[in-house]
T-cell receptor, first 112, second 113 residues
């Protein structure tokens, strides 16, 4: 099976930088994904790391260390619209098929 | 185009009703998924279809019955549901490979009375 740990809540102010950490335990690991979900909405794909290192997409960056079973999502120049839940998700092999297992989610609250 | 569509957006049903949720994608994806999400919780995988064949059933009760009529469509038939089945039901799709990104539809918010 898989398990993931991420903080339940993070608060920050507009313009700041915030890092959301994720540690995982899994077998058959393929990679770590990040999804954003606004209240009442669907999860939206943000990023995916299969190899160690940093991936940058605009204001968002994601990092993975496979040896440490650890990753993080970095959000820069925070905006009010970034207030949402952020899920890390492990992509792993399950009976020969790739599945996603989600962490419990981190609620990010951005204040003015 | 990374759009997955789901209908209906909202559904209220009684415990004796039969209803169906529908999901459609036109991205040429060959893997489709049903997830269930309760409030303040992460999505939980229910079913995976790969090349129109059911490949994973995560011990879901038989009152949920998935169907994949073709590579673009995925249905979830509901019968004799319980109030605790009230949740957001999310459909997702991806290319059929271990590294492929899953794209989610907007979900159907289901209330069972």
């Amino acid at each position: 099976g898989q398990s993931l740990e991420q903080p339940s809540e993070v608060t920050a102010v507009e313009g700041a930088i915030v890092q959301i950490n994720c540690t995982y335990q899994t077998s058959g690991f393929y990679g770590l994904s990040w999804y954003q979900q606004h209240d009442g909405g669907a999860p939206t794909f943000l990023s995916y790391n299969a190899l160690d290192g940093l991936e940058e997409t605009g204001r968002f960056s994601s990092f993975l260390s496979r040896s440490d079973s650890y990753g993080y999502l970095l959000l820069q120049e925070l905006q009010m619209k970034d207030s949402a839940s952020y899920f890390c998700a492990v992509r792993a092999a399950d009976s020969g098929y790739s599945t996603l297992t989600f962490g419990k989610g981190t609620m990010l609250l951005v204040s003015p | 185009d990374t759009e997955v569509t789901q209908t209906p957006k909202h559904l209220v049903m009684g415990m004796t009703n039969k209803k169906s949720l529908k999901c459609e994608q036109h991205m040429g994806h060959r893997a489709m998924y049903w997830y269930k999400q309760k409030a303040k919780k992460p999505p939980e995988l229910m079913f995976v279809y790969s090349y129109e064949k059911l490949s994973i059933n995560e011990s879901v009760p038989s009152r949920f019955s998935p169907e994949c009529p073709n590579s673009s469509l995925l249905n979830l038939h509901l019968h004799a549901l319980q109030p605790e089945d009230s949740a957001l039901y999310l459909c997702a799709s991806s290319q059929a490979g271990a590294q492929e990104t899953q794209y989610f539809g907007p979900g159907t918010r289901l209330l069972v009375l």
